[in-house]
Nanobody, 124 residues
């Protein structure tokens, strides 16, 4: 079992930046692939980015490529999402998730553990 706690959300103007953090409990964090997802009102939860357990492999949805960067610090049990050049369409609740099976999937069904989410609002 792992617990995930996100932080760093907030209100920002279009073109601005935010850095989300996700702190994980437990001693097995370094063995999990991690992902970030987001859910806007009335929409399905969608994949944003993922990172392999070692941090050597990352994956992004096309709409954030070149603007968002996922990273992790296994010594701190933390995964990050640096978001630059934010757009109003990035407004959503952002969730981090853990994939102990290391499926390398973009599907939310491949992730077993979820945080409570943090709100990101981008004003135009």
């Amino acid at each position: 079992q792992v617990q995930l706690v996100e932080s760093g959300g907030g209100l920002v103007q279009a073109g601005g930046s935010l850095r989300l953090s996700c702190a994980a409990s437990g001693r097995t964090f370094s063995t999990y692939d991690m992902g970030w997802f987001r859910q806007a009102p009335g929409k399905e939860r969608e994949f944003v980015a993922s990172i392999s357990s070692s941090g050597s492999t990352t994956n992004y949805v096309d709409s954030v490529k070149g603007r968002f960067t996922i990273s992790r610090d296994n010594a701190k049990n933390t995964v990050y999402l640096q978001m630059n050049s934010l757009k109003p369409e990035d407004t959503a609740v952002y969730y981090c998730a853990a994939d102990p099976a290391r499926l390398g999937t973009v599907s939310k069904y491949g992730y077993d553990y979820w945080g409570q989410g943090t709100q990101v609002t981008v004003s135009s």
